[in-house]
């Protein structure tokens, strides 16, 4: 089955830095590959994902890159703030079901 | 628009008891079902998923079991529960393969 490793577990910024997550799947018939925020005891919220035949994607702060051959993804925080403090986890998705393999995700500090 | 709800929020219970956590799915039809258990605040392994009614598939071998009765509800349950249940579970639906997974907002369930 597919297996995703996230580095790194945990991650402490200052204000303003960039933060970059990065995952590495195994599954080379995995063709989605969505990221979300934890906050302390809330659901996972979805913040962007991405598709194995694109290779970036950008929502305003955020932005996700994926190298299908080195079958890697990376999550990209630029002028982090401290409401960006949570844990992120990637996941993969391959053909059965929409079944979802979640990293074991990186915690965020980003310090005022 | 779709909404998906959890209950109960918390629960404590002792060891030996029975369980049955309930998750239900508004505004749409026909969507993939899971169950997902989150330990410490990190990791989430997935459960069990269901693409449509009685249709359950086990992701690991465990106490607990799962149901799918209507097409918009998805129970998870247990006979006996063990010290080792305890944790975050999270109901999440899809609305098909390889597509987002949005989550509900969970049940912190405490065996003593």
């Known amino acids: 089955g597919e297996n995703v490793e996230q580095h790194p577990s945990t991650l402490s910024v200052q204000e303003g830095d960039s933060a970059v997550i990065k995952c590495t799947y195994s599954?080379?018939?995995?063709?989605?590959f969505p990221w979300y925020k934890q906050e302390l005891g809330k659901r996972p919220q979805l913040i962007i994902d991405i598709r194995s035949n694109v290779g970036e994607k950008k929502d305003q702060r955020i932005a996700v890159t994926l190298n299908k051959t080195a079958k890697h993804f990376s999550l990209h925080i630029t002028e982090t703030q401290p409401e960006d403090s949570a844990v992120y986890f990637c996941?993969?998705?391959?053909?059965?079901?929409?079944?979802?393999?979640f990293g074991q995700g990186t915690i965020l500090t980003v310090h005022p | 628009s779709q909404t998906i709800h959890q209950w109960p929020a918390t629960l404590v219970q002792p060891v030996g008891s029975p369980l049955s956590l309930e998750c239900t799915v508004e505004?749409?039809?026909?969507?993939?079902l899971y169950w997902y258990r989150q330990a410490a605040g990190r990791g989430l392994q997935l459960l069990f998923y269901?693409?449509?009614?009685?249709?359950i598939s086990s992701e690991v071998p465990q106490n607990l079991s799962a149901s799918r009765p209507q097409d918009r509800q998805f129970i998870l349950s247990s006979k006996k529960l063990l010290l080792s249940d305890s944790g975050f579970y999270l109901c999440a639906w899809s609305p098909r393969v390889d597509n987002e997974q949005f989550f509900g907002p969970g049940t912190r369930l405490t065996v003593l």
């Open positions: 599954d080379s018939a995995s063709n989605y």
């Open positions: 505004g749409t039809s026909n969507p993939n």
């Open positions: 269901s693409v449509g009614i009685g249709q």
């Open positions: 996941a993969a998705s391959g053909t059965s079901y929409g079944k979802l393999t």
